[in-house]
């Protein structure tokens, strides 16, 4: 049993700074890329940014230079910094991640969803 919990959501005002958290835990062999999605309401869920498992990084235009991501592999848990935030960043934050539990077994997981409310 593999289970994402996710943390460090809230209400900010828009130009303020969030960290999001989100530790893995259960029968974990290895841990590939660990994602931060988002979906605001009425709209699809988007990729906000991805780490791999060797810390390379990828992210939505609409966030460059402003989010941050990040991860503790000792933990397992990956991380999102979020400054300069605006209120089209409001929205449910996911994590996923693509977990092995054994040698032959690997799937993708995800969290329970944070929410980030910016108020401008």
Do not use: H
């Not at 593999?2 to 062999?29: D, K, P």
């Not at 935030?85 to 799937?107: G, H, M, P, Q």
């Amino acid at each position: 049993q593999v289970q994402l919990v996710e943390s460090g959501g809230g209400l900010v005002q828009a130009g303020g700074s969030l960290r999001l958290s989100c530790a893995a835990s259960g029968s974990i062999f290895s841990i590939n890329n660990m994602d931060w999605y988002r979906q605001a309401p009425g709209k699809q869920r988007e990729l906000v940014a991805s780490i791999t498992s060797g810390a390379s990084t990828n992210y939505a235009d609409s966030v460059k230079g402003r989010f941050t991501i990040s991860r503790d592999n000792a933990k397992n848990t990956v991380y999102l910094q979020m400054n300069s935030l605006k209120a089209e960043d409001t929205a449910v934050y996911y994590c996923n991640a693509r977990i092995r539990t054994s040698l032959l077994t690997s799937r993708d997981y995800w969290g329970q969803g944070t929410q980030v409310t910016v108020s401008s």
